[in-house]
């Protein structure tokens, strides 16, 4: 049984398709990469695993069927999507948006220990950790947004965008 499998995915807005027919088969521990033009559907693909939009098809995590579950409910089940641009709740701390990703569970001294641990992973994060996310530089602005779906135990983590280098990815604890 795959990990996640997509069959026949759709997602429009009113009348233009914006995806159309997809078939996905990805294996635990997989890494694949969907490739297209801005404007060729990337974003809705992923909006539509996680039912941010409206789109007809069947998308399943290891058998279970995702398509009539709310959003939080696919998210609980390890179907995570990391925000695109910035991302972050400006207003809030780095603290406060990385809690964000532990907001559905309910072991929160687990959930200290994993936050625990993208500090140890990214110092910096650390050290900004009472700064207000909107004051952050590009670089580390993409540390938190990428670090904040951490606390959520993720199964899978779907982007709408590669990460630049390696480095960004190495030292994050694996869940």
């Known amino acids: ?17 914006a995806v159309r027919g997809v078939e996905l ?8 990469c ?9 974003s809705s693909l992923l909006k539509g695993l996680i039912n941010r939009v409206a789109h007809r098809g069947e998308v399943r995590l290891q058998g279970e069927r995702l ?17 695109e641009g910035r991302g972050v709740f400006t207003r809030m701390t780095v603290a406060e948006n990385l809690d964000l990703g532990a907001y559905l569970r309910h072991d929160k ?3 200290a220990t994993d936050l625990a641990q993208v500090f140890e992973a990214f110092p910096r ?8 996310a909107g004051t952050l530089s590009g670089g580390d602005h993409r540390l ?16 709408t965008r590669p ?13």
């Not at 088969?25 to 694949?32: A, K």
């Not at 398509?67 to 925000?83: D, E, F, K, N």
């Open 109 to 111: 001294a687990a959930a």
């Open 163 to 175: 990460l630049p280098n390696q480095t960004d990815t190495e030292n994050l604890p694996i869940f």
């Open 144 to 159: 938190d947004r990428l670090s904040a779906h951490h606390p959520a135990r993720p199964r899978t983590v779907p982007r």
């Open 67 to 83: 398509s009539h579950l709310p959003t939080h409910a696919i998210v609980q089940r390890g179907l995570v999507l990391v925000p």
């Open 125 to 132: 994060l650390f050290e900004r950790r009472t700064q207000l």
């Open 34 to 42: 969907v490739i297209g033009a801005n404007g060729a559907g990337k």
């Open 1 to 17: 049984m795959s990990f996640l499998t997509v069959k026949n995915l759709k997602v429009a807005y009113g009348g233009i398709e």
């Open 25 to 32: 088969e990805v294996g635990e521990r997989e890494c694949v």
